[in-house]
């Protein structure tokens, strides 16, 4: 998962996030900061020198999303909005409908005009994104049954703030302070909003608030001491703003699990034609459900005999499950998972930049570091880079899940297996070289406002998937037929994601229904599976990450084909369009609608 959500609170740690899936469009609907899923958008930065009515409306559209929600300006780069927090009031979502309404009229004036090539293809893809935002508010009223976002985006509020050093620490600490005063009208507009959640969604919310007031305890206000430099009465600011926050924080915890949990008892699934329409106006998918869903089974099958096949090849006398198991057994222990990852992730720039893969337009490396307490909503790993617009900073953070305190031996260990080496490999494709980390490196590069700031999942997690088996295919992790078994195990992963994402959300089905898929055609560890399957309950369209591989390895023969190029060549051209839906980088690609 990529979180910027790139990916996302709300998502951050999704495998990837992110960007940050997905739990994406909540964080512009609810507001929640950096998984994913969807970037936003840019005010104070002109789409154009030359203004047009429609580049016009491009500056309002993303000024008004900035204005709705400031912690997203920080994230893409645009620190005018560093000390202003996102308002989840009922009220703020009523303006937003409204205003949403008048950019689709809007829009459909602008369009009376003959559009460029370029620009009509960024009009459908803003037009998708309203579309999007109006089902989540209106229709599925997203900010009434899911508690995570007004859990994540208190600390993911902060940590935009004190992780990238893109201004002086003493500047960055007021705007710590100053959003910190605002947090707690987020517990309260929580409080007044949420309306018989799914349970699923209220046990991840506690997990995301008890780490989050630990949070602020301590990693922030450690950072705060340093920042402070020696300024007395701006620590004294912090100390009572921050105070404030972790009681609030600790009081909406507990109101979470001694209220809200027990009344939880609302159905996450949205059903099969608000499905469809998420899949449209997001990826610019439209298909049959059935057809849909018979590209996944067919998907998955396929995968599921190769893994086999790779299985008996290393070792016949065993089932391919246990095959699995082996590999698993090999894993670094909880205090050296995020070090060990530190030590592999170069293999992967390496074999990118010896067999020429794909350019890579940057020296700077991505930190590997622990998903912060706030962003831990059930996934493993995440990228977080700086936004398109970011002037200053460079960090980009690779974040890997730790173990949680509260958990048992079984379910520690069961964590642990997932990072054995081989699938460690295939996570630094996914997440770093050349999947979501590279992808992002090319962002301040992407040719319109429109498409630095607006990413499909079918694009970002369909890219970083890809490069999972592209690499393999190249040579990664040469004769060794573990990397392929691995290889294969993330494919069966994301497949049964697929199929799990539309039973669940049009079937009927539990998310112990899809815990048992995940363990039986995906070989997920138990504690693993439930984690995978409960993230469908509330990302139903996780299935973008094998829709997206499939469309990109048509788009990469196509394009190979009608230009007698090679890989690299279709690799630049991809990651250099921007994470639009596949269906326009086809049309980019080719300059034919």
Avoid at 475 to 495: I, K, S, T, W
Wanted: charged share 25%.
């Amino acid at each position: 998962m990529f979180a910027r959500r790139s990916t996302t609170v709300l998502a951050p740690a999704i495998r990837c996030t992110d960007l940050r899936a997905k739990l994406g469009r909540m964080k512009r609907l609810l507001c929640a900061a950096s998984i994913l899923f969807l970037i936003s958008g840019c005010a104070g930065v002109r789409s154009a020198t030359t203004l047009t009515p429609f580049s016009t409306f491009v500056d309002d559209y993303f000024t008004a999303r900035f204005e709705f929600s400031p912690t997203s300006g920080t994230d893409v780069g645009l620190h005018q909005y560093d000390n202003k927090l996102d308002d989840l009031s009922r009220a703020a979502l009523d303006r937003r409908t409204a205003e949403l309404r008048g950019f689709l009229s809007r829009l459909d004036t602008v369009r009376q005009q003959e559009l460029s090539f370029d620009d009509a293809i960024d009009a459908e893809v803003i037009e998708g994104q309203i579309r999007a935002d109006l089902l989540d508010i209106e229709t599925l009223r997203l900010y009434e049954n899911n508690p995570m976002p007004y859990a994540g985006l208190p600390g993911s509020s902060i940590g935009a703030l004190i992780k990238r050093d893109f201004a002086p620490a003493p500047d960055r600490l007021r705007s710590v302070i100053a959003r910190l005063r605002l947090i707690p009208r987020i517990y309260d507009a929580a409080r007044t909003n949420l309306n018989n959640p799914p349970k699923e969604f209220t046990d991840l919310a506690v997990r995301i608030s008890r780490g989050s007031a630990g949070y602020f305890e301590g990693l922030v206000a450690k950072w705060a001491e340093e920042a402070a430099g020696g300024d007395a009465a701006l620590l004294d600011q912090f100390r009572v703003a921050n105070r404030q926050v972790i009681d609030s924080t600790r009081s909406f915890s507990q109101w979470l699990e001694g209220d809200l949990l027990p009344r939880s008892k609302g159905s996450y699934a949205i059903g099969k034609a608000n499905f469809l329409l998420k899949l449209k106006y997001e990826e610019a998918v439209e298909m049959p459900l059935e057809e849909l869903l018979a590209v996944g089974e067919v998907q998955l099958r396929k995968d599921y005999e190769a893994f086999v096949a790779i299985a008996r090849q290393i070792d016949a006398t065993k089932s391919a499950a246990e095959v699995m198991d082996n590999l698993s057994k090999v894993h670094p222990t909880a205090e050296d998972l995020i070090p060990s990852a530190r030590r592999t992730v170069e293999d992967a720039r390496s074999f990118v930049v010896q067999q020429d893969i794909v350019t890579v337009p940057s020296e700077v490396r991505a930190r590997v570091e622990e998903t912060p307490p706030y962003a831990r909503s059930g996934g493993f790993a995440s990228m977080d880079t700086p936004g398109p617009y970011e002037s200053k900073a460079t960090e980009a953070f690779y974040y890997v899940t730790p173990v949680e305190q509260d958990w048992d031996e079984k379910h520690v260990e069961e964590h642990l297996r997932l990072f054995n080496p081989f699938v460690v490999a295939m996570i630094n494709v996914h997440e770093a070289y050349p999947g979501h980390y590279l992808q992002f490196l090319y962002a301040p590069r992407f040719p319109t406002k429109t498409r630095k700031l607006i990413f499909s999942g079918t694009n970002a997690e369909g890219w970083a998937h890809y490069a999972e088996q592209m690499m393999v295919d190249e040579g990664f992790g040469g004769a060794d037929l573990r990397y392929r078994l691995a290889q294969l195990q993330e494919a069966l992963l994301r497949d049964v994601r697929y199929v799990v994402g539309i039973k669940l959300h049009t079937e009927g089905w539990s998310v112990e229904q899809g815990a048992q898929l995940f363990r039986e055609k995906a070989f997920q560890e138990p504690a693993n599976a439930y984690e995978e399957a409960r993230r469908g309950a509330y990302n139903p369209t996780y299935l973008y990450y094998t829709l997206g591989k499939i469309q990109i390895f048509e788009l990469r023969d196509e394009f190979m084909k009608r230009n007698n190029a090679s890989k690299k060549a279709f690799h630049d051209a991809f990651v250099s369009q921007g994470g639009l839906p596949i269906k326009f980088v086809r049309q980019i690609l080719f300059r034919r609608n």
